[in-house]
């Protein structure tokens, strides 16, 4: 079988490194500097996909994403998602009372301000958690912890001294995986996700006229979010996504009513549903 390369953004035991082996066991994760490296990676075909991040059950959306998926011309086919866990990690044999600082990616350390506190420890951002992880092994100094996922601490060979030391127990990543080609998924043989793209016409209303049709077919968007465009407060896109498939009545009516008031409507990608969609809806009261 002909190897198969997913790239990701971070270094070897990031998060973004687990899920590709997870989800993608068979295939050679290759390590990117920056997102914008790696959808590089897969338009200029040194990778056949990129595991992205998208938005985090804490921290929200993953920033800078939301402004390259427009800007690329890569298709989004599948969806996963990662509970997250963060070890304090330290040099080989050292003892927690020797700690005065931790390293990690901010949002590492926003999410395990608890033991930051307890231990209290100077926090310093890192660019990545593996990363972090790594400078520590290099800067050889027991003073210094890193927060990354366990398998930094094997691929660094660090000493784990806390697990799981994230504040919330529902900590989840979810990940959104990109290829050069769409993969058609048939209509009604299982649960979708649609993502798409769109900019309002400038009318009165746009926005709320555009979105009606999705009220009015009952559909559910599970996302919608603004952000600028060019650095311009009055040129605004809109990132959306609705359960089901282009092809159901009812979607397919709700964006010919969309595309009407919109400027500009692009359909990034439609995938199956991820079974962890369902396990994680809150039950019916």
């Known amino acids: 079988m002909t190897d198969r390369t997913i790239a990701y953004q971070g270094e070897p035991g990031a998060n973004s490194h687990i899920i590709c082996a997870q989800a993608y066991p068979d295939w050679t994760p290759l390590p990117c500097p920056s997102f914008e490296d790696a ?11 990129a595991m992205i991040p998208i938005e985090n059950s804490i921290a929200g959306r993953v920033a800078d994403i939301h402004h390259l998926i427009p800007l690329s011309p890569l298709h989004i086919v599948a969806e996963h998602f990662l509970p997250i866990h963060f070890q304090l990690m330290v040099l080989l044999g050292t003892p927690i009372e020797a700690l005065k600082s931790v390293h990690s990616h901010v949002h590492a350390l926003g999410q395990c301000r608890r033991i930051i506190r307890r231990l209290g420890l100077k926090a310093v951002v890192a660019g990545d958690t ?21 398998l930094a601490a094997e691929v660094y060979g660090l000493d784990i001294l806390a697990r799981d030391v994230e504040d919330e127990v529902h900590n989840t990543t979810r990940f959104v995986v990109f290829s050069p080609e769409a993969e058609p998924v048939a209509p009604g043989t299982q649960a979708c996700v649609t993502s798409f793209v769109f900019r309002v016409r400038n009318i009165p209303a746009a926005l709320y006229k555009a979105l009606g049709g999705f009220a009015t077919n009952g559909v559910n968007m599970s996302k919608l979010e603004s952000y600028m465009m060019d650095g311009e407060f009055t040129a605004t896109q809109f990132y959306a996504e609705v359960d089901g498939h282009p092809e159901d009545p ?16 692009r359909v990034i990608g439609t995938y199956p549903a991820h079974p962890f969609r369902e396990a994680a809806r809150p039950a019916a009261e």
Do not use: N
């Open 39 to 49: 959808f590089a990676a897969v338009t200029e075909g040194r990778a056949q996909r």
């Open 130 to 150: 593996a990363g972090a992880a790594r400078e520590i092994k290099e800067f050889g100094d027991p003073s210094r912890a890193a927060l990354a996922p366990a």
């Open 250 to 265: 009812g979607l397919a009516r709700a964006l010919d009513e969309l595309g009407f008031f919109s400027r500009e409507l």
